[in-house]
């Protein structure tokens, strides 16, 4: 707890370094990312984020010196050659995109390592930490780092605020955005730019290897909650912040672990939360959709079930037992039993006595309308689909659940408000009609 | 009768084999014009090549006399549904505006009068309803009238649509119809890239009909004669294809230097 008051109150310059460095290189390759994303060019930042590797110690080699302006420099030289090699693949040769990536990102990044370890047997002074490339540094930013990352990723953030109406365009269409005369050559060149920029400053946080981590993971997680672009550039950002700041708290409480890969973990459960709790589009959503689908199927099947007893007899009010309901349709016995208690619930069902059941009054209205449902769709396909009478049954089983009011008026009139069904039953009135 | 459209000798190539051969003719204002042809006859690609989105082998394109730069601002182009992921995290009022981005707002948020010319422009295609609506959540032809609603609010006098028809319920067939006539007393021209051979005598006042080749262009009935049907959907013609091959193999130019058309 201490710790948590002590890291929180900034007091220690050293982690108010530290942290800022880590928010702003987070949010700024989450929200460039998200471009990255929608275009559907996440493997080309990864390939990107390797290729740099090679520019960052050509620079240190000529200029033997870390400064991060030279060092950042090298990157976004060695990233830009790494997008015209891929482009170049992709339209003057006959290999694919994935390939393309591929190549370049082993080609660069194994004259990257080799560089590297070239450097380090040099005995170069001052060569020391340039290894930190591959996994990041985010804990040992110097205020000088911070201050040219930071400068960078807010010059990002402009840029993006800028020109977002039109780097949604060119996202969403760019043959239309050409269409309508927009720069889209430049717009891309400078979308490329911002994607080669964020992903050389996030590397001091994460390092080469984990960089497509910083840049994707946050989009994908934060386009689970929303459909609006602008929304989603938004939690983008919120999720690198909050995975930046973490990051380093529980690098600071542990100092053996490392920032920028705990930054990655972060971001992950954040992405793995996403895609199980979001609502509608989350996994858990999903299946409470599915299950609610099951209860109203069943309930209907039981209503429905009441229905054509009662028909058969000629009073649908009667109580039925169990067993009779079984003889009828072939229910799971304790699935039944749930359904018969649920709908009592409802007040559609009226238990009269031990496994005896009956229609109340709103039940039986309900499961006419069920019926209704059903041998509507059975004269649709029956009609307007050429099907047999007896082949339209099984389908109409599925579809008398998921017909709403609006396309059950529909039917109503295209079929000329009919009264009988294909096997010459009657389709009882709707809610409307009495 | 003034010239909307110019295609002259226009050639086309993907992976360096010419698609389209040739092409030359000339569409008057204020018509509805269908382009018709087979499959893989080079409708798409003779759209976008007018639009400028396709590097030409050679020829050249005028509208209203005057190049495609000189007269941006008066063309609008409706791509292939399909050209587009439909889940895209934005809704039907935001595509409609993406009509008014043009050169002269790059950097600027949309005005009221945007606004409200993006709104108009859904009415009249009946989307106006769903403005709010996530694009994922529409049909296909709801999808196809707001491309449509988008194209509209950038004002323009010719209109290039590339299969407004396809995979469309009739509600929206008919309220593109009923669209493309208000548009046409209006004096627009609409050229419209259309698949279905059954309805484009109906649809349009004017044809071409492609295959790689052009094979008949005017009004619709010159153009829908048997002959000219047959040897539209008679398949490619069989020399141009080999030379078509022998061009890619090789990687010959389709022109000398020399040997440019110009306006």
């Known amino acids: 707890m201490n710790s948590l008051i002590e890291f929180f109150s900034f007091s220690d310059p050293n982690v108010t370094i ?14 460039v990312g998200c471009f990255t994303f929608l275009r559907k060019r996440a493997l080309v930042g990864d390939a990107v984020a390797h290729a740099i590797l090679p520019g960052v110690c050509v620079a240190f080699m000529l200029s033997g010196q870390k400064s991060p302006l030279i060092l950042l420099t090298g990157a976004v030289i060695s990233g ?3 997008l015209l090699a891929m482009d170049y693949i992709v339209n003057r040769t006959k290999l694919k995109a994935d390939t393309a990536i591929g190549l370049v990102l082993t080609v660069f990044f194994g004259l990257g390592i080799m560089l590297l370890t070239a450097i380090q047997h040099s005995g170069s002074a001052g060569q020391a930490g340039l290894d930190k490339f591959l996994f990041g540094k985010a804990a040992s930013m110097s205020r000088q780092d911070v201050m040219v990352f930071g400068t960078t990723a807010l010059i990002l953030l402009i840029l993006v605020l800028v020109f977002f109406k039109e780097f949604k365009l060119v996202a969403f269409d760019p043959d239309y955005a050409r269409s309508a005369g ?6 891309e060149f400078l979308l490329a730019t911002i994607t080669v920029l964020a992903v050389a400053v996030g590397i001091q946080a994460v390092g080469v290897v984990l960089m497509a981590a910083l840049l994707i993971t946050p989009a994908s997680a934060a386009r689970f909650w929303t459909d609006d672009i602008r929304m989603m550039v938004f939690l983008s950002a919120v999720f690198g912040v909050l995975s930046g700041i973490f990051g380093s708290y529980i690098s600071y409480i542990a100092p053996a672990m490392p920032t920028g890969p705990w930054i990655v973990v972060l971001l ?27 209860r109203k199927m069943l309930a209907e099947n039981i209503l429905k079930t009441f229905y054509a ?27 039944l039993k749930r359904g018969l208690r649920r709908l009592q619930r409802r007040n559609l069902l009226k238990k009269v006595s031990d496994g005896k059941w009956r229609l109340t009054e709103a039940g039986f209205e309900e499961s006419s309308q069920i019926v209704r449902r059903h041998r509507l769709w059975e004269l649709y396909l029956n009609k307007r689909l050429s099907l047999a009478a007896d082949h339209v049954h099984n389908d109409a089983e599925a579809i008398e659940h998921i017909l709403t009011p609006e396309v059950e008026a529909q039917l109503e009139r295209d079929l000329g408000y009919p009264i009988l069904d294909p096997h010459e039953s009657k389709i009882p009135p709707g809610r409307s009609q009495k | 009768m003034q010239t909307a459209l110019e295609v002259h000798n226009l050639t086309v190539s993907y992976n360096r084999r010419p698609v389209l051969w040739d092409i030359d003719f000339e569409l008057p204002e204020g018509k509805l014009i269908g382009i018709i ?12 090549s007018i639009m400028g ?16 730069e000189e007269v941006r601002h008066r063309v609008s182009y409706v791509p292939q549904r399909e050209s587009v992921d439909w889940d895209f995290p934005t809704n039907v009022l935001d595509v409609a505006l993406m009509g008014r981005y043009r050169r002269s707002n790059l950097f600027r948020r949309l005005s009221g009068a945007d606004r409200r010319i993006a709104r108009e422009a859904l009415e009249k295609v009946g989307m ?22 988008r194209s509209l609010a950038q004002q323009a006098d010719l209109y290039l649509m590339d299969e407004p028809f396809a995979g469309v319920d009739a509600a929206s067939e008919q309220a593109i119809l009923t669209l493309l006539s208000e548009m046409k007393q209006q004096g627009k021209t609409v050229i419209i890239v259309h698949h279905d051979l059954q309805t484009a005598s109906r649809f349009f006042d004017h044809m071409v009909l492609l295959n790689t080749r052009l094979v008949s262009a005017g009004p619709t009935k010159e153009v829908l004669t048997t002959q000219h049907l047959q040897q539209a959907y008679g398949g490619q013609l069989t020399i141009l294809s080999q030379v078509a091959d022998i061009i890619q193999d090789r990687d010959f130019p389709v022109r000398e230097k020399q040997f440019q058309d110009k306006p």
Request: charged share 15%; hydrophobic share 45%.
């Open chain 1, 182 to 187: 927009l720069p889209v050559r430049s717009l």
């Open chain 2, 53 to 68: 989105l396709i590097p030409l082998s050679s020829g050249y394109v005028q509208l209203f006399g005057q190049s495609l």
């Open chain 1, 309 to 335: 007893l009662g028909e058969k007899e000629g009073s649908f009010l009667r109580p039925r037992n169990t067993d009779a309901l079984l003889q009828q349709r072939a229910f799971r016995p304790n699935t």
């Open chain 1, 18 to 31: 530290v942290v800022l460095g880590s928010v702003l290189l987070g949010a700024s390759a989450a929200i």
């Open chain 1, 80 to 82: 830009w050659i790494s």
């Open chain 2, 128 to 149: 106006l309803e769903f403005a709010g609506r996530q694009i994922s959540q529409l049909s296909g032809g709801q999808q196809q009238r707001v491309f449509i609603a």
């Open chain 1, 268 to 294: 992950s459960i954040l992405a793995f939360g996403s895609v199980f709790f979001a609502p509608r589009q989350g996994i858990l959503a999903r299946l409470r959709l599915q299950r609610g689908n099951t």
């Open chain 2, 37 to 48: 042809g087979p499959n893989g006859s080079g409708k798409t690609t003779l759209l976008k």
